[in-house]
Protein backbone atom coordinates (compact mmCIF):
# COMPACT_ATOMS: atom_id res chain seq x y z
CA UNK A 1 0.00 0.00 0.00
CA UNK A 2 2.81 2.44 1.12
CA UNK A 3 4.88 1.55 -1.96
CA UNK A 4 1.86 2.14 -4.27
CA UNK A 5 1.81 5.88 -2.69
CA UNK A 6 5.44 6.28 -3.19
CA UNK A 7 5.13 4.73 -7.01
CA UNK A 8 2.55 7.38 -7.78
CA UNK A 9 4.30 10.17 -5.56
CA UNK A 10 7.33 9.44 -7.82
CA UNK A 11 5.66 8.89 -11.24
CA UNK A 12 3.77 12.31 -10.00
CA UNK A 13 0.61 10.98 -10.11
CA UNK A 14 -2.38 12.60 -7.53
CA UNK A 15 0.34 13.54 -5.48
CA UNK A 16 -2.61 15.82 -3.35
CA UNK A 17 -3.76 12.54 -2.18
CA UNK A 18 -0.48 10.62 -1.69
CA UNK A 19 0.64 13.89 0.67
CA UNK A 20 -1.71 12.54 2.99
CA UNK A 21 -0.36 9.03 3.77
CA UNK A 22 3.48 9.88 3.38
CA UNK A 23 5.01 11.96 6.37
CA UNK A 24 7.09 14.80 5.91
CA UNK A 25 10.62 13.16 5.95
CA UNK A 26 9.46 10.27 3.29
CA UNK A 27 8.24 13.50 1.40
CA UNK A 28 11.17 15.38 1.23
CA UNK A 29 13.23 11.89 0.35
CA UNK A 30 11.58 11.18 -1.93
CA UNK A 31 11.21 14.64 -3.51
CA UNK A 32 15.04 14.53 -3.67
CA UNK A 33 14.91 11.13 -5.46
CA UNK A 34 12.23 12.45 -8.10
CA UNK A 35 14.47 15.34 -9.25
CA UNK A 36 17.02 13.00 -8.98
CA UNK A 37 15.94 10.66 -11.57
CA UNK A 38 14.97 13.48 -13.48
CA UNK A 39 18.48 14.78 -13.93
CA UNK A 40 20.13 11.71 -14.34
CA UNK A 41 17.33 11.40 -17.35
CA UNK A 42 18.01 14.74 -18.40
CA UNK A 43 21.83 14.11 -17.97
CA UNK A 44 21.83 11.17 -20.60
CA UNK A 45 19.84 13.39 -23.11
CA UNK A 46 22.07 15.94 -22.93
CA UNK A 47 24.81 13.10 -23.61
CA UNK A 48 23.35 11.61 -26.65
CA UNK A 49 22.95 15.61 -28.08
CA UNK A 50 26.12 16.23 -27.28
CA UNK A 51 27.81 13.17 -28.93
CA UNK A 52 25.13 14.09 -32.10
CA UNK A 53 26.48 17.66 -32.08
CA UNK A 54 30.12 16.11 -32.78
CA UNK A 55 29.19 13.91 -35.75
CA UNK A 56 27.23 16.61 -37.28
CA UNK A 57 30.57 19.00 -36.67
CA UNK A 58 32.44 15.89 -38.01
CA UNK A 59 30.32 15.48 -41.20
CA UNK A 60 30.59 19.69 -42.20
CA UNK A 61 34.23 18.98 -41.39
CA UNK A 62 33.99 15.98 -44.15
CA UNK A 63 32.04 17.51 -46.53
CA UNK A 64 33.62 20.81 -46.18
CA UNK A 65 37.27 19.16 -46.53
CA UNK A 66 35.48 17.79 -50.05
CA UNK A 67 34.42 20.60 -51.02
CA UNK A 68 37.55 21.86 -50.91
CA UNK A 69 39.25 19.19 -52.33
CA UNK A 70 36.87 19.48 -55.74
CA UNK A 71 38.21 22.91 -55.90
CA UNK A 72 41.83 22.08 -55.81
CA UNK A 73 40.97 19.00 -58.30
CA UNK A 74 39.45 21.54 -61.09
CA UNK A 75 42.72 23.56 -60.92
CA UNK A 76 44.76 20.43 -61.00
CA UNK A 77 43.62 19.86 -64.95
CA UNK A 78 46.08 22.64 -65.47
CA UNK A 79 48.68 21.40 -63.35
CA UNK A 80 51.19 19.04 -64.12
CA UNK A 81 50.78 15.27 -62.47
CA UNK A 82 53.62 15.86 -59.96
CA UNK A 83 51.75 18.65 -58.20
CA UNK A 84 48.67 17.24 -58.69
CA UNK A 85 50.05 14.17 -56.76
CA UNK A 86 52.09 16.64 -54.26
CA UNK A 87 48.10 18.03 -53.08
CA UNK A 88 46.62 14.89 -52.71
CA UNK A 89 49.26 13.86 -50.32
CA UNK A 90 48.89 17.18 -48.48
CA UNK A 91 45.48 16.73 -48.25
CA UNK A 92 45.74 13.20 -47.31
CA UNK A 93 47.91 14.01 -44.46
CA UNK A 94 45.71 17.08 -43.12
CA UNK A 95 42.89 14.63 -43.23
CA UNK A 96 44.82 12.48 -41.17
CA UNK A 97 45.60 14.80 -38.44
CA UNK A 98 42.02 16.65 -38.83
CA UNK A 99 40.04 13.47 -38.47
CA UNK A 100 40.42 12.11 -34.98
CA UNK A 101 37.26 14.15 -33.09
CA UNK A 102 39.10 14.35 -29.57
CA UNK A 103 42.52 13.94 -28.32
CA UNK A 104 43.04 11.48 -25.05
CA UNK A 105 43.59 14.75 -23.04
CA UNK A 106 40.47 16.16 -24.26
CA UNK A 107 38.21 12.72 -23.78
CA UNK A 108 39.75 13.05 -20.31
CA UNK A 109 38.78 16.60 -19.91
CA UNK A 110 35.53 16.07 -20.71
CA UNK A 111 34.70 12.80 -19.03
CA UNK A 112 36.18 12.92 -15.83
CA UNK A 113 33.97 14.44 -12.77
CA UNK A 114 35.11 14.45 -9.30
CA UNK A 115 32.98 10.92 -7.67
CA UNK A 116 32.41 12.00 -4.44
CA UNK A 117 32.43 9.51 -1.50
CA UNK A 118 28.58 8.24 -0.61
CA UNK A 119 27.93 7.73 3.09
CA UNK A 120 29.89 9.56 4.59
CA UNK A 121 29.24 10.77 8.11
CA UNK A 122 30.47 14.10 8.98
CA UNK A 123 31.12 16.25 12.19
CA UNK A 124 31.80 14.26 15.73
CA UNK A 125 30.23 11.44 14.67
CA UNK A 126 33.12 10.94 11.52
CA UNK A 127 34.85 8.69 14.29
CA UNK A 128 36.92 6.28 12.04
CA UNK A 129 39.59 7.24 10.40
CA UNK A 130 38.51 5.67 6.99
CA UNK A 131 35.39 7.89 7.42
CA UNK A 132 37.71 11.11 8.70
CA UNK A 133 39.59 10.60 4.80
CA UNK A 134 36.54 10.01 3.42
CA UNK A 135 35.53 13.92 4.85
CA UNK A 136 38.98 14.96 3.60
CA UNK A 137 38.41 13.36 0.15
CA UNK A 138 35.48 15.12 -0.50
CA UNK A 139 36.46 18.79 0.97
CA UNK A 140 39.64 17.94 -2.11
CA UNK A 141 42.45 18.06 0.09
CA UNK A 142 43.72 15.41 -1.72
CA UNK A 143 47.33 15.35 -0.50
CA UNK A 144 45.95 15.11 3.09
CA UNK A 145 43.43 12.66 1.83
CA UNK A 146 45.84 10.73 0.35
CA UNK A 147 47.95 10.26 3.70
CA UNK A 148 44.69 9.24 5.71
CA UNK A 149 44.02 7.17 3.05
CA UNK A 150 47.19 5.80 3.22
CA UNK A 151 46.90 4.44 6.79
CA UNK A 152 43.48 2.71 6.24
CA UNK A 153 42.84 -0.98 6.05
CA UNK A 154 39.78 -0.45 4.11
CA UNK A 155 40.17 -1.26 0.76
CA UNK A 156 38.12 1.06 -0.62
CA UNK A 157 40.46 3.33 0.34
CA UNK A 158 42.51 2.29 -2.80
CA UNK A 159 40.10 3.48 -4.99
CA UNK A 160 40.12 6.68 -3.39
CA UNK A 161 43.67 6.93 -3.13
CA UNK A 162 43.36 6.39 -7.02
CA UNK A 163 40.70 9.32 -7.37
CA UNK A 164 43.22 11.82 -5.08
CA UNK A 165 45.72 11.48 -7.32
CA UNK A 166 44.04 11.66 -10.44
CA UNK A 167 43.20 15.24 -9.31
CA UNK A 168 46.53 15.82 -8.32
CA UNK A 169 47.80 15.31 -12.10
CA UNK A 170 49.30 11.94 -10.80
CA UNK A 171 47.95 9.94 -13.47
CA UNK A 172 51.16 7.09 -13.01
CA UNK A 173 50.21 6.42 -9.21
CA UNK A 174 46.54 6.86 -9.57
CA UNK A 175 46.99 3.86 -12.27
CA UNK A 176 49.06 2.02 -9.11
CA UNK A 177 46.32 2.29 -6.86
CA UNK A 178 43.36 1.76 -9.08
CA UNK A 179 44.73 -1.35 -10.24
CA UNK A 180 45.49 -2.73 -6.38
CA UNK A 181 41.78 -1.79 -5.55
CA UNK A 182 40.87 -3.73 -8.93
CA UNK A 183 42.58 -6.89 -7.64
CA UNK A 184 39.98 -7.50 -4.47
CA UNK A 185 37.22 -4.64 -5.67
CA UNK A 186 35.21 -4.49 -2.42
CA UNK A 187 32.03 -3.12 -3.39
CA UNK A 188 30.64 -1.28 -6.64
CA UNK A 189 33.00 1.48 -7.01
CA UNK A 190 33.84 1.83 -10.68
CA UNK A 191 37.18 1.54 -10.69
CA UNK A 192 37.45 0.62 -14.19
CA UNK A 193 35.93 3.48 -15.93
CA UNK A 194 38.81 5.72 -13.50
CA UNK A 195 41.34 3.27 -14.54
CA UNK A 196 40.82 3.50 -17.98
CA UNK A 197 40.53 7.96 -17.94
CA UNK A 198 44.00 7.20 -15.74
CA UNK A 199 45.61 5.42 -19.06
CA UNK A 200 44.13 8.15 -21.25
CA UNK A 201 45.63 10.81 -19.09
CA UNK A 202 48.84 9.28 -18.89
CA UNK A 203 49.08 9.04 -22.83
CA UNK A 204 48.20 5.19 -22.70
CA UNK A 205 45.56 5.27 -25.23
CA UNK A 206 45.97 1.75 -26.23
CA UNK A 207 45.76 0.14 -22.36
CA UNK A 208 43.50 2.68 -21.70
CA UNK A 209 40.58 2.04 -24.32
CA UNK A 210 40.93 -2.03 -23.43
CA UNK A 211 40.48 -1.07 -19.67
CA UNK A 212 36.93 1.00 -20.73
CA UNK A 213 35.91 -1.87 -23.01
CA UNK A 214 36.33 -4.16 -19.82
CA UNK A 215 33.29 -2.30 -18.32
CA UNK A 216 30.36 -4.28 -18.81
CA UNK A 217 26.60 -3.08 -20.49
CA UNK A 218 24.87 -3.90 -16.76
CA UNK A 219 27.61 -1.77 -15.14
CA UNK A 220 27.91 2.16 -14.30
CA UNK A 221 29.49 4.44 -16.48
CA UNK A 222 29.13 1.72 -19.27
CA UNK A 223 27.62 4.55 -21.76
CA UNK A 224 29.89 7.01 -20.92
CA UNK A 225 32.59 4.38 -21.62
CA UNK A 226 31.37 3.85 -25.02
CA UNK A 227 31.43 6.95 -25.22
CA UNK A 228 34.79 7.45 -25.33
CA UNK A 229 36.36 4.52 -27.22
CA UNK A 230 33.87 5.67 -30.05
CA UNK A 231 35.51 8.57 -30.27
CA UNK A 232 39.21 6.87 -29.87
CA UNK A 233 38.25 4.47 -32.87
CA UNK B 1 -4.89 25.11 -37.94
CA UNK B 2 -6.12 21.43 -38.51
CA UNK B 3 -2.42 20.77 -40.10
CA UNK B 4 -0.44 22.46 -37.20
CA UNK B 5 -2.37 20.59 -34.55
CA UNK B 6 -2.02 17.61 -36.08
CA UNK B 7 1.86 17.93 -36.99
CA UNK B 8 2.24 18.97 -33.13
CA UNK B 9 0.53 15.70 -32.06
CA UNK B 10 2.75 13.68 -34.23
CA UNK B 11 5.92 15.31 -32.33
CA UNK B 12 4.84 15.09 -29.02
CA UNK B 13 3.71 11.42 -29.33
CA UNK B 14 7.07 10.65 -30.95
CA UNK B 15 8.69 11.96 -28.07
CA UNK B 16 6.81 10.30 -25.49
CA UNK B 17 6.78 6.75 -27.75
CA UNK B 18 10.38 6.48 -28.88
CA UNK B 19 12.74 9.70 -27.41
CA UNK B 20 16.16 9.30 -28.20
CA UNK B 21 14.62 8.67 -32.25
CA UNK B 22 12.93 11.80 -31.87
CA UNK B 23 14.90 13.81 -29.90
CA UNK B 24 17.58 13.25 -32.38
CA UNK B 25 15.39 14.50 -35.50
CA UNK B 26 14.39 16.86 -34.34
CA UNK B 27 17.64 18.16 -33.46
CA UNK B 28 19.01 17.49 -36.47
CA UNK B 29 15.73 19.23 -38.13
CA UNK B 30 15.85 22.08 -36.40
CA UNK B 31 19.66 22.90 -35.65
CA UNK B 32 20.38 25.42 -38.22
CA UNK B 33 16.95 27.35 -37.93
CA UNK B 34 17.68 27.48 -34.65
CA UNK B 35 21.65 28.12 -34.70
CA UNK B 36 21.03 31.11 -37.42
CA UNK B 37 18.43 32.62 -35.01
CA UNK B 38 21.45 33.18 -32.30
CA UNK B 39 23.37 34.58 -34.76
CA UNK B 40 21.15 37.01 -35.56
CA UNK B 41 19.81 37.58 -32.52
CA UNK B 42 22.35 37.37 -29.80
CA UNK B 43 26.02 37.84 -29.97
CA UNK B 44 26.68 35.00 -27.67
CA UNK B 45 29.65 32.54 -29.23
CA UNK B 46 28.89 29.36 -31.54
CA UNK B 47 30.08 27.17 -28.15
CA UNK B 48 27.29 28.51 -25.95
CA UNK B 49 24.78 28.40 -28.96
CA UNK B 50 25.00 25.26 -29.15
CA UNK B 51 24.68 24.71 -26.11
CA UNK B 52 21.84 26.49 -25.60
CA UNK B 53 19.89 24.47 -28.52
CA UNK B 54 21.25 21.27 -26.67
CA UNK B 55 19.49 22.73 -23.73
CA UNK B 56 16.29 23.45 -25.31
CA UNK B 57 15.61 20.21 -27.03
CA UNK B 58 16.63 18.75 -23.59
CA UNK B 59 14.19 21.00 -21.78
CA UNK B 60 11.34 20.53 -24.77
CA UNK B 61 12.14 16.83 -24.04
CA UNK B 62 11.32 17.56 -19.72
CA UNK B 63 8.15 19.77 -20.37
CA UNK B 64 6.70 16.60 -22.42
CA UNK B 65 7.74 14.05 -20.15
CA UNK B 66 6.33 15.84 -16.88
CA UNK B 67 3.17 17.03 -18.45
CA UNK B 68 3.75 20.58 -18.65
CA UNK B 69 3.23 20.54 -22.71
CA UNK B 70 0.63 18.24 -23.50
CA UNK B 71 -0.79 19.82 -26.71
CA UNK B 72 1.58 22.65 -28.74
CA UNK B 73 -0.18 25.80 -29.50
CA UNK B 74 2.74 26.54 -31.30
CA UNK B 75 5.10 25.43 -34.01
CA UNK B 76 8.12 22.95 -33.00
CA UNK B 77 10.32 25.64 -34.09
CA UNK B 78 8.57 28.60 -32.81
CA UNK B 79 8.32 26.23 -28.83
CA UNK B 80 12.28 25.55 -29.58
CA UNK B 81 13.60 29.86 -30.26
CA UNK B 82 11.29 30.72 -27.67
CA UNK B 83 13.21 28.32 -25.06
CA UNK B 84 16.44 29.52 -26.81
CA UNK B 85 15.36 33.23 -26.58
CA UNK B 86 15.35 32.83 -22.44
CA UNK B 87 18.15 30.66 -21.91
CA UNK B 88 20.10 33.06 -24.50
CA UNK B 89 19.35 35.94 -21.91
CA UNK B 90 19.57 34.18 -19.13
CA UNK B 91 23.07 33.44 -20.15
CA UNK B 92 23.85 37.00 -20.70
CA UNK B 93 22.84 38.00 -17.67
CA UNK B 94 25.31 35.68 -16.04
CA UNK B 95 27.77 36.35 -18.36
CA UNK B 96 27.67 39.91 -17.70
CA UNK B 97 27.80 39.33 -13.56
CA UNK B 98 30.60 36.29 -14.22
CA UNK B 99 31.18 34.00 -16.75
CA UNK B 100 29.87 30.40 -17.26
CA UNK B 101 26.92 29.17 -18.67
CA UNK B 102 23.94 26.61 -17.82
CA UNK B 103 24.12 23.32 -16.78
CA UNK B 104 21.77 20.76 -16.77
CA UNK B 105 20.93 20.77 -12.75
CA UNK B 106 20.55 25.06 -12.94
CA UNK B 107 17.64 24.39 -15.40
CA UNK B 108 16.14 21.87 -13.50
CA UNK B 109 16.55 23.46 -9.91
CA UNK B 110 15.60 26.86 -11.44
CA UNK B 111 12.12 25.81 -11.97
CA UNK B 112 11.19 25.28 -8.45
CA UNK B 113 11.01 28.43 -6.05
CA UNK B 114 13.87 27.83 -3.53
CA UNK B 115 13.89 31.42 -1.23
CA UNK B 116 16.90 30.12 0.64
CA UNK B 117 19.91 30.09 -0.90
CA UNK B 118 21.27 27.57 1.47
CA UNK B 119 18.75 24.70 1.61
CA UNK B 120 18.96 25.36 -2.64
CA UNK B 121 22.43 24.70 -2.45
CA UNK B 122 21.99 21.40 -0.43
CA UNK B 123 18.92 20.41 -2.66
CA UNK B 124 21.01 20.91 -5.56
CA UNK B 125 23.64 18.84 -3.96
CA UNK B 126 21.11 15.82 -2.62
CA UNK B 127 19.74 15.59 -6.23
CA UNK B 128 23.12 15.51 -7.69
CA UNK B 129 24.26 12.86 -5.49
CA UNK B 130 20.94 10.51 -6.43
CA UNK B 131 21.81 10.98 -10.47
CA UNK B 132 25.05 9.92 -9.34
CA UNK B 133 23.86 6.79 -7.73
CA UNK B 134 21.91 6.16 -10.34
CA UNK B 135 24.64 6.71 -12.73
CA UNK B 136 27.16 4.36 -10.76
CA UNK B 137 23.97 1.53 -10.61
CA UNK B 138 24.08 1.64 -14.32
CA UNK B 139 21.93 -0.72 -16.14
CA UNK B 140 19.92 -2.48 -15.80
CA UNK B 141 18.59 -0.21 -12.48
CA UNK B 142 19.12 2.94 -14.24
CA UNK B 143 16.95 2.28 -16.87
CA UNK B 144 14.30 0.61 -14.84
CA UNK B 145 14.02 3.28 -12.23
CA UNK B 146 13.94 6.16 -15.65
CA UNK B 147 11.72 3.89 -17.40
CA UNK B 148 9.03 3.73 -14.98
CA UNK B 149 9.10 7.12 -12.70
CA UNK B 150 10.67 9.23 -15.00
CA UNK B 151 9.11 8.31 -18.57
CA UNK B 152 6.22 6.92 -17.08
CA UNK B 153 6.20 3.51 -18.50
CA UNK B 154 4.10 0.56 -17.90
CA UNK B 155 5.22 -2.49 -16.41
CA UNK B 156 4.34 -4.62 -19.52
CA UNK B 157 6.14 -1.84 -22.03
CA UNK B 158 9.25 -1.94 -19.82
CA UNK B 159 9.20 -5.53 -19.76
CA UNK B 160 8.70 -5.64 -23.28
CA UNK B 161 11.64 -3.18 -23.78
CA UNK B 162 13.77 -4.73 -21.50
CA UNK B 163 13.04 -8.58 -22.95
CA UNK B 164 11.86 -9.49 -19.28
CA UNK B 165 10.29 -12.77 -18.89
CA UNK B 166 6.85 -11.23 -17.60
CA UNK B 167 5.60 -8.29 -15.38
CA UNK B 168 6.41 -10.01 -12.18
CA UNK B 169 10.07 -9.76 -13.37
CA UNK B 170 10.30 -6.40 -14.43
CA UNK B 171 8.14 -5.25 -10.88
CA UNK B 172 10.60 -7.43 -8.69
CA UNK B 173 13.85 -6.07 -10.63
CA UNK B 174 12.25 -2.37 -10.07
CA UNK B 175 11.87 -3.01 -6.61
CA UNK B 176 14.98 -4.47 -5.98
CA UNK B 177 16.66 -1.64 -7.69
CA UNK B 178 13.96 1.39 -5.73
CA UNK B 179 15.40 -0.11 -2.11
CA UNK B 180 19.60 0.26 -3.40
CA UNK B 181 18.89 3.67 -4.21
CA UNK B 182 17.00 4.50 -1.32
CA UNK B 183 18.87 2.90 0.63
CA UNK B 184 22.46 4.65 -0.67
CA UNK B 185 20.34 8.07 -0.82
CA UNK B 186 19.61 7.82 3.06
CA UNK B 187 23.74 8.41 3.42
CA UNK B 188 23.83 11.59 1.35
Same mark, same amino acid.
Given at each position: *? ?16 ? &? ?12 ? $????? !? ?8 ? +? ?10 ? @? ?9 ? !?? *?????? +? ?21 ? /? ?25 ? @? ?7 ? &?????? @?? $? /??? &?????? !????? +? ?42 ? $? ?23 ? &???? | ?12 ? =? ?14 ? %? ?14 ? =????? %? ?37 ? %? ?10 ? =???? =? ?16 ? %? ?64
Amino acid at each position: *MKEDSIDRYLRGQNISAV &NDKLSHAELEELSI $IREGI !RLSALQEKSL +MLKNLEKEIASN @DHQVSSKQSRG !RI *MNLNQV +MAIAASLTLLIAAGLWFVNNSGS /STPDELYASHYEFPAALGVVRGSEAAD @DYNKALVTY &NSKKFE @DA $I /SLL &NQSDNP !RAKFY +MGISYLELDNPSSAIEQLTDYGLNPIGDLPYQYFLGLAYLKSGD $IAQGKLTLQKIGESQGYWTEAQDII &NQLN | MLQILKQSHTWIE =DIRSDPDRALKNIYQE %ERSFCLSWMRKHTSLS =DNDQI %EIFQSAVVILYDNIMNGKLTEAKAQLSSYLISICKNKSQ %EVHRRQSKHSGS =DSIT =DSIIGNHVIDDVDEKEVK %EEKINAVAKILLMMGPPCKTIIELYYYQKMSMVDIGQLMDYKNVDTVKNQKYKCMQRLRKQTQSI
